[in-house]
């Protein structure tokens, strides 16, 4: 299995009473999730998806293949729909190894528009694995909107998808392999719709280590606009 190490950091922002985003870093499960809903559904929400991997990643002894982890998304959504029937969600987005057909893969899940990023060291490329699911993300595909538009549209926080705001969960689950020095970003929109990519893939390359650049995203979020909740986890691929 990829082995990796990785640090996470969080901040509330100026603006909000209350951080509703949650974020989990085990050995080897690296997850982060970012609620949504009224008073404190959203901390709750997000809480609850923390909760379900924690307990499934700690209580388990065997390496998961990927149905398994397909099941604990649908045991997340069931949890997160119970607390609130569907009034308040989150989105998700996890790192995770698994087996599938007896090959060691990485795999990348995530539902709304919390984002998993790769840099890779070897060519300098920095790519978003994950497509979010809002209203702006579908705009930007038809070409209706730039990027840079979409951060500032009025429909930028309108979900298409989230975990526990239906009975049934459909989550986008990618299969890939990864390299050594690979650096790995999980973030909520606290962070990518404020700052740009370009930047953000700056501070992955130029980082000495995985905390030292988790520091420096969050840092930069705040400084550019600090009116969201903004989380991240950054985890690096190390030698076997």
């Known amino acids: 299995m990829y082995r990796f190490t990785a640090a996470g950091a969080t901040h509330v922002g100026f603006v909000r009473d209350l951080n509703e985003d949650s974020y989990l870093i085990r050995d080897g499960l690296y997850l982060v999730a970012d609620g949504m809903g009224g008073h404190d559904g959203g901390e709750l929400a997000s809480a609850a998806v923390v909760d379900t991997f924690t307990k499934a990643w700690d209580n388990n002894t065997e390496p998961w293949e990927l149905f398994t982890l397909q099941e604990w998304l649908t045991e997340a959504n069931r949890n997160v729909y119970d607390i609130a029937s569907g009034r308040a969600g989150t989105t998700l987005t996890l790192l995770?190894?698994?087996?599938?057909?007896?090959?060691?893969?990485?795999?990348?899940?995530?539902?709304?528009?919390?984002?998993?990023?790769?840099?890779?060291?070897?060519?300098?490329?920095?790519?978003?694995?994950?497509?979010?699911?809002?209203?702006?993300?579908?705009?930007?595909?038809?070409?209706?909107?730039?990027?840079?538009?979409?951060?500032?549209?009025?429909?930028?926080?309108?979900i298409t998808r989230a975990v526990g705001s239906a009975l049934r969960l459909l989550a986008d689950v990618v299969l890939l392999d990864a390299e050594v020095g690979d650096r790995f970003l999980l973030c909520t929109d606290g962070l990518t719709g404020k700052v740009e990519d370009q930047e953000i893939g700056l501070i992955l390359a130029s980082a000495a280590t995985v905390k030292d650049a988790a520091d420096q995203l969050v840092e930069l979020a705040l400084e550019t606009d600090g009116s969201d909740n903004v989380t991240v986890i950054v985890a690096e691929v190390l030698e076997h």
Do not use: C, W
């Open 96 to 158: 995770t190894n698994v087996l599938h057909h007896d090959k060691e893969q990485l795999v990348v899940a995530n539902v709304g528009d919390s984002r998993t990023y790769r840099y890779r060291a070897n060519d300098e490329a920095f790519i978003q694995l994950t497509q979010d699911h809002s209203a702006v993300a579908e705009m930007v595909r038809l070409g209706q909107l730039s990027a840079k538009e979409a951060r500032e549209h009025p429909a930028r926080n309108v």
